[in-house]
């Protein structure tokens, strides 16, 4: 990938038996394939990744070795006899290179740590950390600096702050939340006489406040830039902050006094945000609530979840009054609304999935996002009004090249709606809008969602583009999030009339560019010194949030594995999801699974694959698999080591059974899949012998045949001596 984005440069096998992925090398383009992508040749090797490789340790041959759990690494890693440490064949062990490879030879490395075997509960989640290099320990010094903080707010603490601790201020989270960073409050809100009258709510966000404890460049803060973010995965949390800090001093927990930096806005009776004002001050909240619990106060103002907060309850519909208000001005604005579906993980107490349940958003769920983003919103503008340095949450619509897909994929699907050159957001969610109501419509709006561009942090702001505001940041999470702490202390510098100077860091990390990547803005001019390092903590932040999602969705694909390994064999009905050349993803109705048919299980037929309809269709049947079609399938593979799962067609949309060689034999003993597994490797490498010596055939570049390559793709790893 190159630094200045781009193209990526395609590297023969031969030129990466010297390397490993994330070295940096300088290379030569040599030529131009005939869809004009750039092949390249390693010139030189500028550094070599340091970081430990996380593998399986095996033993073949009488010789010692890893097999990287990251497979774009590509090379299996000797391991000297004397130099595997106490782990045995089978652990998971962390390792560290001790010679790179060359032309002639392997790397070479010894095993730093042993994680255990591959079946501990949460070996899955100490693998993705170490894959992803997340920061996973403290430093001493953090620790250190923690742990001499006070339990609670002293009274040096409370000076210049507003007293808050009357306001009955209470926080709304999940029922699993453990780090509570925002409370809200809201009352009916009268100002002028007669016509000028304006009738609103005022609306308080009190967000805790972790610049208080977390000062620029101390080892907290060093740690927590290192971070960026906390990292969620099932059942654990590797926290951005230490828990001193994260569940205790900095956690808005009811009955106690907290530090925190208010939003407090006026609302008026249209949704628009009239006046706002930022201020330090000190609160308690007043009760720890959940969504559940809120939403059936909400439904039921007389239930009997209302008499047990019969003192909370005028001020919770009033926080629904400003949210409906809110909710207005929000469909005004345009802003794009998806209708996505969303699930969550239930283990057991080994970690395990118990079972996948689809995550039901309530209306005290859009309530507590409503008052968030009016929180932000204020935050930016404060900011952005005061010509001060900071960092924007950015969001920018389709590019030209996606805006003429979708336009493409919408007219195939009879949605007339045309988008202009400059796509707006009211455009975006007129179309939206249209797909209600049709089976597809989730899937409209999931082609919705990836036409836009991935959101960033950056200095130049450039207004979000799916919320349809002109200037937007993130202040409400500074437990989770350092771009939200990096907010409140410009925040807090401007209302003491200073300048926050941001201080370079040598921990700052660029994104790594993946295939279709954004790389980095180009500016018209050189930016400022201090312009340029908000920049690289912009594209810090950015890089690690893509990390944290990245070992979260690892972690769960593993887990997800893991459950469908028991289910091999057995049938369920499920819906295509994507559409590619290669086949068919189907999400299960009753596991939320997803999962591949690949276009060799499709039966005997030459299938071709309609980009702008996003659909296959066989050439001599007619018959079509677009996103939406309903289909019965069969959980045929599992390879936990990819996160990959396959389905057998069973059933096509109509009901109908499929041929038998279209379907396969129905998976029974592991002695029956290997040896498929097995056939399929030798077709699979005979095919490969054909093409290389010219004899393969001609290739297809619309029609997708029936073929092998699943076989390739499936089959075990081997392991290169």
């Given at each position: 990938?190159?630094?200045?984005?781009?193209?990526?440069?395609?590297?023969?096998?031969?030129?990466?038996?010297?390397?490993?992925?994330?070295?940096?090398?300088?290379?030569?383009?040599?030529?131009?394939?005939?869809?004009?992508?750039?092949?390249?040749?390693?010139?030189?090797?500028?550094?070599?990744?340091?970081?430990?490789?996380?593998?399986?340790?095996?033993?073949?041959?009488?010789?010692?070795?890893?097999?990287?759990?990251?497979?774009?690494?590509?090379?299996?890693?000797?391991?000297?006899?004397?130099?595997?440490?106490?782990?045995?064949?089978?652990?998971?062990?962390?390792?560290?290179?001790?010679?790179?490879?060359?032309?002639?030879?392997?790397?070479?490395?010894?095993?730093?740590?042993?994680?255990?075997?591959?079946?501990?509960?949460?070996?899955?989640?100490?693998?993705?950390?170490?894959?992803?290099?997340?920061?996973?320990?403290?430093?001493?010094?953090?620790?250190?600096?923690?742990?001499?903080?006070?339990?609670?707010?002293?009274?040096?603490?409370?000076?210049?702050?507003?007293?808050?601790?009357?306001?009955?201020?209470?926080?709304?989270?999940?029922?699993?939340?453990?780090?509570?960073?925002?409370?809200?409050?809201?009352?009916?809100?009268?100002?002028?006489?007669?016509?000028?009258?304006?009738?609103?709510?005022?609306?308080?966000?009190?967000?805790?406040?972790?610049?208080?404890?977390?000062?620029?460049?101390?080892?907290?803060?060093?740690?927590?830039?290192?971070?960026?973010?906390?990292?969620?995965?099932?059942?654990?949390?590797?926290?951005?902050?230490?828990?001193?800090?994260?569940?205790?001093?900095?956690?808005?927990?009811?009955?106690?006094?907290?530090?925190?930096?208010?939003?407090?806005?006026?609302?008026?009776?249209?949704?628009?945000?009239?006046?706002?004002?930022?201020?330090?001050?000190?609160?308690?909240?007043?009760?720890?609530?959940?969504?559940?619990?809120?939403?059936?106060?909400?439904?039921?103002?007389?239930?009997?979840?209302?008499?047990?907060?019969?003192?909370?309850?005028?001020?919770?519909?009033?926080?629904?009054?400003?949210?409906?208000?809110?909710?207005?001005?929000?469909?005004?604005?345009?802003?794009?609304?998806?209708?996505?579906?969303?699930?969550?993980?239930?283990?057991?107490?080994?970690?395990?999935?118990?079972?996948?349940?689809?995550?039901?958003?309530?209306?005290?769920?859009?309530?507590?996002?409503?008052?968030?983003?009016?929180?932000?919103?204020?935050?930016?503008?404060?900011?952005?009004?005061?010509?001060?340095?900071?960092?924007?949450?950015?969001?920018?619509?389709?590019?030209?090249?996606?805006?003429?897909?979708?336009?493409?994929?919408?007219?195939?699907?009879?949605?007339?709606?045309?988008?202009?050159?400059e796509p707006t957001p009211g455009e975006m969610q007129a179309i939206a809008q249209a797909a209600q109501g049709?089976?597809?419509?989730?899937?409209?709006?999931?082609?919705?969602?990836?036409?836009?561009?991935?959101?960033?942090?950056?200095?130049?702001?450039?207004?979000?583009?799916?919320?349809?505001?002109?200037?937007?940041?993130?202040?409400?999470?500074?437990?989770?999030?350092?771009?939200?702490?990096?907010?409140?202390?410009?925040?807090?510098?401007?209302?003491?009339?200073?300048?926050?100077?941001?201080?370079?860091?040598?921990?700052?990390?660029?994104?790594?560019?993946?295939?279709?990547?954004?790389?980095?803005?180009?500016?018209?001019?050189?930016?400022?010194?201090?312009?340029?390092?908000?920049?690289?903590?912009?594209?810090?932040?950015?890089?690690?949030?893509?990390?944290?999602?990245?070992?979260?969705?690892?972690?769960?694909?593993?887990?997800?594995?893991?459950?469908?390994?028991?289910?091999?064999?057995?049938?369920?009905?499920?819906?295509?999801?994507?559409?590619?050349?290669?086949?068919?993803?189907?999400?299960?109705?009753?596991?939320?699974?997803?999962?591949?048919?690949?276009?060799?299980?499709?039966?005997?037929?030459?299938?071709?694959?309609?980009?702008?309809?996003?659909?296959?269709?066989?050439?001599?049947?007619?018959?079509?698999?677009?996103?939406?079609?309903?289909?019965?399938?069969?959980?045929?593979?599992?390879?936990?080591?990819?996160?990959?799962?396959?389905?057998?067609l069973v059933r096509d949309g109509d009901g109908e059974t499929m041929p038998a060689r279209g379907r396969g034999?129905?998976?029974?003993?592991?002695?029956?899949?290997?040896?498929?597994?097995?056939?399929?490797?030798?077709?699979?490498?005979?095919?490969?012998?054909?093409?290389?010596?010219?004899?393969?055939?001609?290739?297809?570049?619309?029609?997708?045949?029936?073929?092998?390559?699943?076989?390739?793709?499936?089959?075990?790893?081997?392991?290169?001596?």
């Amino acid at each position: 990938m190159p630094d200045g984005g781009g193209a990526p440069i395609y590297l023969a096998p031969q030129e990466m038996r010297t390397v490993l992925h994330r070295d940096r090398v300088r290379v030569r383009i040599l030529r131009l394939d005939r869809k004009g992508r750039p092949e390249g040749r390693v010139v030189d090797i500028l550094e070599r990744h340091k970081a430990p490789i996380i593998g399986r340790l095996l033993h073949e041959g009488g010789h010692w070795l890893v097999a990287p759990e990251d497979r774009r690494f590509g090379q299996d890693i000797l391991i000297p006899k004397n130099a595997t440490a106490s782990a045995a064949v089978g652990q998971v062990v962390s390792v560290e290179l001790t010679e790179a490879p060359s032309l002639h030879s392997q790397p070479l490395g010894r095993v730093a740590e042993v994680l255990g075997e591959i079946d501990d509960p949460g070996m899955e989640i100490e693998i993705a950390v170490r894959k992803y290099e997340v920061p996973h320990r403290f430093s001493p010094e953090a620790l250190a600096q923690a742990a001499a903080l006070p339990d609670k707010v002293r009274a040096v603490d409370r000076r210049q702050r507003i007293d808050l601790t009357d306001v009955p201020l209470v926080t709304i989270d999940g029922e699993d939340a453990r780090d509570f960073d925002d409370a809200v409050y809201a009352e009916p809100y009268r100002g002028g006489k007669g016509k000028k009258a304006i009738a609103g709510w005022r609306l308080v966000v009190a967000i805790a406040d972790v610049g208080h404890y977390v000062k620029p460049d101390e080892p907290l803060d060093r740690d927590a830039y290192e971070r960026a973010t906390s990292v969620y995965f099932p059942r654990r949390v590797i926290p951005m902050l230490p828990e001193k800090l994260s569940n205790g001093l900095c956690s808005l927990v009811p009955d106690e006094e907290r530090l925190a930096l208010a939003c407090d806005m006026l609302v008026h009776g249209d949704g628009t945000i009239r006046a706002y004002q930022f201020y330090p001050a000190v609160i308690r909240s007043q009760a720890r609530l959940t969504y559940t619990e809120v939403a059936a106060l909400l439904a039921n103002t007389r239930g009997p979840e209302a008499d047990k907060r019969a003192a909370l309850l005028p001020h919770l519909v009033h926080l629904h009054e400003v949210y409906r208000a809110l909710l207005r001005q929000r469909s005004q604005r345009g802003a794009v609304e998806f209708e996505t579906a969303e699930t969550q993980i239930v283990c057991d107490d080994n970690g395990r999935i118990e079972r996948i349940v689809p995550r039901v958003r309530t209306e005290a769920h859009r309530l507590i996002e409503e008052a968030m983003l009016a929180a932000n919103v204020c935050a930016a503008d404060f900011v952005s009004g005061a010509e001060h340095p900071g960092l924007y949450r950015v969001h920018e619509g389709p590019t030209p090249e996606k805006r003429l897909a979708l336009q493409s994929y919408l007219k195939a699907l009879g949605i007339g709606l045309h988008l202009s050159d400059e796509p707006t957001p009211g455009e975006m969610q007129a179309i939206a809008q249209a797909a209600q109501g049709r089976p597809d419509a989730m899937q409209i709006h999931a082609m919705l969602l990836r036409s836009m561009q991935q959101a960033i942090y950056t200095a130049t702001n450039s207004g979000h583009f799916g919320l349809a505001y002109d200037a937007y940041t993130h202040f409400t999470s500074p437990i989770r999030r350092y771009p939200d702490l990096l907010t409140h202390r410009v925040i807090k510098a401007l209302l003491g009339g200073r300048h926050y100077h941001l201080t370079p860091s040598d921990l700052t990390r660029a994104p790594e560019l993946r295939r279709g990547g954004r790389p980095a803005p180009r500016h018209a001019k050189p930016l400022s010194q201090e312009m340029a390092l908000w920049e690289a903590a912009g594209a810090h932040c950015s890089a690690n949030e893509r990390r944290a999602d990245e070992a979260s969705r690892d972690v769960e694909a593993w887990l997800k594995c893991r459950y469908m390994r028991e289910h091999l064999g057995e049938e369920f009905g499920g819906s295509v999801s994507a559409v590619t050349s290669f086949g068919l993803f189907v999400t299960l109705d009753a596991l939320y699974v997803d999962g591949l048919v690949h276009v060799s299980e499709l039966g005997g037929e030459y299938y071709r694959f309609d980009e702008a309809r996003q659909e296959l269709r066989g050439e001599r049947t007619g018959v079509r698999y677009a996103i939406g079609t309903r289909v019965r399938v069969q959980v045929s593979r599992v390879d936990l080591d990819g996160r990959k799962i396959d389905f057998r067609l069973v059933r096509d949309g109509d009901g109908e059974t499929m041929p038998a060689r279209g379907r396969g034999a129905r998976a029974g003993t592991a002695t029956e899949e290997l040896a498929d597994v097995r056939r399929k490797d030798r077709d699979a490498k005979a095919t490969a012998r054909k093409s290389k010596s010219g004899k393969g055939g001609k290739g297809a570049s619309t029609a997708v045949k029936r073929s092998t390559k699943s076989a390739a793709r499936n089959a075990p790893r081997r392991i290169r001596r």
